[in-house]
């Protein structure tokens, strides 16, 4: 029996996180992650590509019970009293593992859920009552530089499989993200730069140019402010190499926080 199980064909998600202060928000960008909880079919277990597991190599979370991380600083009381309790899925993770070429060697029993899972989880499944684990981020550095994005998205190909099994797989970052000049007001107008490096983003997510996307310093001058660093970008790569030839992409939020941060989501199939 195959480990990962069989429950059919699932969609795959793009989400933007965005600022923790989401976990307990009641705004159009968490009632969006709502509708999509009641509209996905139910997955057998969740995989999460978070931007706030960067390791040096690529892991998955392999717990049967796993912890919820406050990896947050300076936020009101109530978000670290808050508790995910969902289940792990070490199987599947296992499997996943396997699938990577790296079996028991990228378990990992220590990491738990980030908040890169749990406070877009809260909201599109609130019973915590799906099995979720998480898949790190190989952020290994070369002569001072990480991996290359195309070594990301030819990673992610290797996971198309477990779309056919029950698994529904979820980067969740952001695609534009640059806190060194962030606006606190959450409602702030947007940089001229930040709106303007989404809409080119948009643009190339329509037209399914891959290629545009994996080098997106072509995109222009104002990228280097758009993606400062890639932790964020890099879980929407993972997204775009599950897509197969003439799949639709629809965008499941569209919007700005905090006036340099992209909350901008979408969804494969």
Same mark, same amino acid.
């Given at each position: 029996?195959?480990?990962?199980?069989? /429950?059919?064909?699932?969609?795959?998600?793009?989400?933007? &996180?965005? /600022?923790?202060?989401?976990?307990?928000?009641?705004? $159009?960008?968490?009632?969006?992650?709502? =509708?999509?909880?009641?509209?996905?079919? *139910?997955?057998?277990?969740?995989?999460?590509?978070?931007?706030?597991?960067?390791?040096?190599?690529?892991?998955?979370?392999?717990?049967?019970?796993? *912890?919820?991380?406050?990896?947050?600083?300076?936020?009101?009381?109530?978000?670290? *009293?808050?508790?995910?309790?969902?289940?792990?899925?070490?199987? =599947?993770?296992?499997?996943?593992?396997?699938?990577?070429?790296?079996?028991?060697?990228?378990?990992?029993?220590?990491?738990?859920?980030? &908040?890169?899972?749990?406070?877009?989880?809260?909201?599109?499944?609130?019973?915590?009552?799906?099995?979720?684990?998480?898949?790190?981020?190989?952020? $290994?550095?070369?002569?001072?530089?990480? =991996?290359?994005? /195309?070594? &990301?998205?030819?990673?992610?190909?290797?996971?198309?499989?477990?779309?056919?099994?029950?698994?529904?797989?979820?980067?969740?970052?952001?695609?534009?993200?640059?806190?060194?000049?962030?606006?606190?007001?959450?409602?702030?107008?947007?940089?001229?730069?930040?709106? /303007?490096?989404?809409?080119?983003?948009?643009?190339?997510?329509?037209?399914?140019?891959?290629?545009?996307?994996?080098?997106?310093?072509?995109?222009? =001058?104002?990228?280097?402010?758009?993606?400062?660093?890639?932790?964020?970008?890099?879980?929407?790569?993972?997204?775009?190499?599950?897509?197969? *030839?003439?799949?639709?992409?629809?965008?499941?939020?569209?919007?700005?926080?905090?006036?340099?941060?992209?909350?901008?989501?979408?969804?494969?199939?």
């Amino acid at each position: 029996m195959n480990a990962i199980g069989n /429950s059919g064909r699932m969609p795959a998600l793009f989400i933007g &996180h965005g /600022s923790p202060m989401n976990i307990v928000a009641d705004n $159009s960008y968490t009632r969006s992650l709502q =509708k999509l909880g009641q509209e996905l079919p *139910r997955p057998e277990a969740v995989m999460v590509i978070s931007a706030h597991w960067l390791t040096g190599g690529t892991y998955v979370t392999c717990t049967q019970h796993p *912890r919820t991380i406050h990896d947050f600083y300076g936020f009101p009381q109530e978000l670290y *009293r808050m508790r995910y309790p969902s289940p792990g899925s070490p199987e =599947k993770a296992k499997a996943v593992a396997a699938l990577l070429g790296q079996e028991e060697r990228a378990c990992d029993y220590d990491w738990g859920l980030d &908040h890169a899972s749990w406070a877009v989880l809260k909201h599109m499944y609130p019973q915590a009552d799906i099995p979720v684990f998480e898949m790190s981020l190989d952020y $290994s550095f070369n002569e001072w530089r990480p =991996k290359p994005v /195309s070594y &990301h998205y030819e990673l992610g190909q290797k996971l198309r499989t477990l779309r056919e099994q029950g698994v529904l797989i979820i980067g969740s970052g952001n695609m534009v993200h640059n806190l060194r000049v962030i606006d606190f007001d959450t409602d702030a107008q947007p940089f001229d730069w930040a709106a /303007s490096n989404d809409a080119k983003l948009k643009a190339r997510l329509i037209e399914g140019n891959h290629k545009a996307l994996v080098n997106y310093e072509s995109i222009g =001058k104002e990228a280097d402010l758009a993606v400062p660093t890639l932790d964020h970008y890099l879980p929407m790569i993972y997204i775009l190499a599950l897509q197969d *030839r003439d799949e639709p992409l629809t965008f499941t939020y569209e919007g700005m926080q905090n006036a340099s941060v992209s909350m901008r989501g979408f969804r494969i199939g």
